[in-house]
C-alpha cells in the first residue's frame, strides 16, 4: 500500500506511477454514476481511504481549488490527483482517463440517436445504482465533515449554506459568499481599510458568469464548421461554473438560439445521454458534437469544453500550498471547502428523494451504506451489484 501523505497537496514530488493513475481513473470514468458529488465521493474512498494517495484535509484543499475556477469540479478533481501522483504525465493521462469512457459511450449513444432516432434505455440499470451512489455520497460528506468543519463558525456556514441551496439560492454565490465570509471572519484582526475594499470588490465575482446565461443572440441559423463548433465549447468550458443546469442554459443559448444546429427536443435528449452515463457530465459535448458534425464533431466539441479545466489545474495546483499558507486565503479556501460539503448535502437529499423510492431501493441504500463504513468494501464493486439488483427487479416486473 502506498505511504499515507503527510504533507500539504503540491509540495512534494510526485511519488507514484503513470500507471497507476491510469488504472484508478479508467476504473472510475467506467463505474462513476450520479453526477460530480458522487465521483467526488468516490475519489475520496479510492485516494483517501484505499490508497492513501492524499490526506482528508489535502483532498478539501483541492476539492476547494476546482470551486474557485470554472468547469466540470469532478473531472478537474481527477486532473488534480493525477498531476499530484504522477507530475505532468499523471496531469493529462488521470484526466483523459477520467473522460474517456463517458465519451465513448455517449459516442455509442449518439450514433443510436441518429440512425433510429431514439436513446436506449438504463430506467433499471440506474434503478439500482442511484441507492448505492446515495451511500458513497453519504460516507464520503462524513468523513469530510470531521476534517472540514474545523470550528463553529464553519459549522453554521456550512448549515446555512446548505438550508439556502434547498430554498433555491445559485450554487456560485453561495461558494464564494461563504469564503468571502470566513475569510472576513477569521482575519477580522487584520482588517485594513484598503484591503477590505479590496476583498469587497472581488466578491460579486464568484456569481458574474450567472447573469449572463439568458442572454438570447441572433435566431438565423449559422452554416456549421468544425472550428465554430470546438470554440463555442471551449467558450463554456473556460466560463462554466455550476450545475448540469446551468450547462444546459449555456447550450440552449448556443446550439439552439444563437447557432440554430439543435431543437431543443434533441437538446434535452443530449443532456438526458449525459446525465444518465458515468462519468462527467460534460459528455454532452460528445453528443452534441456528433449529432452536428459525425465523429471529427464529436471530438472536437469534447476536447473544446474539457481543454480549459486542463489548462485551469495546471495554473493552480502550484498555487494550493500558498493559498493555505496565507492567512485571507487559508479563510476563503475554509469557506470554500465547507460551503462544497453543504452544497454536497443538498445534492444528496436531493437525489435521495428521486433514488429512494420504494423499500428495495431503502434496502440497497442501506445494505450498501454498511458494506461501505463497516467493511470497507470498494464502491466500484457496490455500484456493479446494484446494477445487478436493478436488472434483475426489471425480469421481476415482466
Same mark, same amino acid.
Given at each position: 500500500?502506498?505511504?499515507?501523505?503527510?504533507?500539504?497537496?503540491?509540495?512534494?514530488?510526485?511519488?507514484?506511477?503513470?500507471?497507476?493513475?491510469?488504472?484508478?481513473?479508467?476504473?472510475?470514468?467506467?463505474?462513476?454514476?450520479?453526477?460530480?458529488?458522487?465521483?467526488?465521493?468516490?475519489?475520496?474512498?479510492?485516494?483517501?481511504?484505499?490508497?492513501?494517495?492524499?490526506?482528508?484535509?489535502?483532498?478539501?484543499?483541492?476539492?476547494?481549488?476546482?470551486?474557485?475556477?470554472?468547469?466540470?469540479?469532478?473531472?478537474?478533481?481527477?486532473?488534480?490527483?493525477?498531476?499530484?501522483?504522477?507530475?505532468?504525465?499523471?496531469?493529462?493521462?488521470?484526466?483523459?482517463?477520467?473522460?474517456?469512457?463517458?465519451?465513448?459511450?455517449?459516442?455509442?449513444?449518439?450514433?443510436?440517436?441518429?440512425?433510429?432516432?431514439?436513446?436506449?434505455?438504463?430506467?433499471?440499470?440506474?434503478?439500482?445504482?442511484?441507492?448505492?451512489?446515495?451511500?458513497v455520497v453519504v460516507q464520503?460528506?462524513?468523513g469530510l465533515l470531521k476534517?472540514?468543519?474545523?470550528?463553529?463558525?464553519?459549522?453554521?456556514?456550512?448549515?446555512?449554506?446548505?438550508?439556502?441551496?434547498?430554498?433555491?439560492?445559485?450554487?456560485?454565490?453561495?461558494?464564494?459568499?461563504?469564503?468571502?465570509?470566513?475569510?472576513?471572519?477569521e482575519n477580522a484582526r487584520?482588517?485594513?481599510?484598503?484591503? *477590505?475594499? !479590496?476583498?469587497?470588490?472581488?466578491?460579486?465575482?464568484?456569481? $458574474?458568469? &450567472?447573469? #449572463? =446565461?439568458?442572454?438570447?443572440? %441572433?435566431?438565423?441559423?449559422?452554416?456549421?464548421?468544425?472550428?465554430?463548433?470546438?470554440?463555442?465549447?471551449?467558450?463554456?468550458?473556460?466560463?462554466?461554473?455550476?450545475?448540469?443546469?446551468?450547462?444546459?442554459?449555456?447550450?440552449?443559448?448556443?446550439?439552439?438560439?444563437?447557432?440554430?444546429?439543435?431543437?431543443?427536443?434533441?437538446?434535452?435528449?443530449?443532456?438526458?445521454?449525459?446525465?444518465?452515463?458515468?462519468?462527467?457530465?460534460?459528455?454532452?459535448?460528445?453528443?452534441?458534437?456528433?449529432?452536428?458534425?459525425?465523429?471529427?464533431?464529436?471530438?472536437?466539441?469534447?476536447?473544446?469544453?474539457?481543454?480549459?479545466?486542463?489548462?485551469?489545474?495546471?495554473?493552480?495546483?502550484?498555487?494550493?500550498?500558498?493559498?493555505?499558507?496565507?492567512?485571507?486565503?487559508?479563510?476563503?479556501?475554509?469557506?470554500?471547502?465547507?460551503?462544497?460539503?453543504? *452544497?454536497? !448535502?443538498?445534492?444528496?437529499?436531493?437525489?435521495?428523494?428521486? $433514488?429512494? &423510492?420504494? #423499500? =428495495?431501493?431503502?434496502?440497497? %441504500?442501506?445494505?450498501?451504506?454498511?458494506?461501505?463504513?463497516?467493511?470497507?468494501?470498494?464502491?466500484?464493486?457496490?455500484?456493479?451489484?446494484?446494477?445487478?439488483?436493478?436488472?434483475?427487479?426489471?425480469?421481476?416486473?415482466?
Amino acid at each position: 500500500m502506498a505511504e499515507p501523505a503527510t504533507s500539504t497537496a503540491g509540495t512534494r514530488p510526485p511519488r507514484g506511477s503513470l500507471g497507476e493513475v491510469a488504472l484508478l481513473f479508467f476504473k472510475l470514468g467506467c463505474i462513476a454514476f450520479g453526477g460530480p458529488a458522487a465521483h467526488i465521493a468516490m475519489m475520496r474512498d479510492e485516494v483517501v481511504r484505499r490508497r492513501r494517495w492524499v490526506s482528508d484535509a489535502e483532498f478539501l484543499d483541492l476539492l476547494g481549488a476546482t470551486n474557485l475556477i470554472p468547469g466540470p469540479n469532478s473531472t478537474e478533481m481527477a486532473i488534480h490527483l493525477g498531476y499530484w501522483r504522477a507530475g505532468w504525465p499523471g496531469l493529462v493521462v488521470g484526466g483523459g482517463l477520467f473522460i474517456l469512457p463517458a465519451m465513448l459511450l455517449v459516442l455509442a449513444l449518439a450514433w443510436a440517436y441518429v440512425r433510429f432516432g431514439t436513446t436506449p434505455q438504463v430506467v433499471w440499470l440506474l434503478y439500482g445504482i442511484k441507492p448505492v451512489i446515495i451511500a458513497v455520497v453519504v460516507q464520503a460528506l462524513w468523513g469530510l465533515l470531521k476534517t472540514a468543519v474545523k470550528t463553529p463558525l464553519l459549522a453554521i456556514v456550512g448549515l446555512v449554506v446548505l438550508g439556502l441551496y434547498l430554498a433555491g439560492l445559485n450554487e456560485i454565490v453561495l461558494l464564494f459568499g461563504a469564503g468571502g465570509f470566513v475569510m472576513l471572519v477569521e482575519n477580522a484582526r487584520r482588517w485594513r481599510p484598503g484591503q *477590505l475594499a !479590496a476583498v469587497a470588490g472581488l466578491l460579486p465575482l464568484g456569481s $458574474a458568469a &450567472v447573469p #449572463g =446565461l439568458a442572454e438570447v443572440a %441572433a435566431t438565423a441559423a449559422v452554416p456549421f464548421s468544425l472550428g465554430t463548433l470546438f470554440f463555442t465549447f471551449l467558450k463554456i468550458g473556460a466560463v462554466l461554473y455550476g450545475s448540469g443546469y446551468v450547462l444546459l442554459a449555456f447550450l440552449r443559448n448556443d446550439f439552439v438560439e444563437r447557432l440554430g444546429w439543435l431543437t431543443n427536443q434533441e437538446l434535452l435528449d443530449a443532456v438526458a445521454i449525459g446525465q444518465f452515463t458515468p462519468g462527467p457530465v460534460f459528455t454532452t459535448a460528445t453528443f452534441i458534437g456528433y449529432v452536428t458534425g459525425g465523429v471529427a464533431g464529436a471530438v472536437v466539441a469534447t476536447i473544446g469544453i474539457f481543454l480549459p479545466g486542463f489548462v485551469f489545474v495546471a495554473a493552480v495546483n502550484p498555487l494550493v500550498p500558498r493559498l493555505r499558507r496565507s492567512p485571507w486565503m487559508s479563510g476563503l479556501l475554509d469557506g470554500v471547502n465547507v460551503a462544497a460539503l453543504g *452544497l454536497m !448535502a443538498g445534492v444528496t437529499w436531493e437525489l435521495g428523494r428521486a $433514488a429512494l &423510492v420504494d #423499500g =428495495l431501493t431503502v434496502g440497497v %441504500a442501506l445494505v450498501a451504506a454498511v458494506l461501505l463504513i463497516r467493511f470497507a468494501v470498494n464502491s466500484a464493486w457496490l455500484v456493479i451489484g446494484g446494477g445487478a439488483v436493478g436488472l434483475a427487479a426489471q425480469l421481476l416486473v415482466r
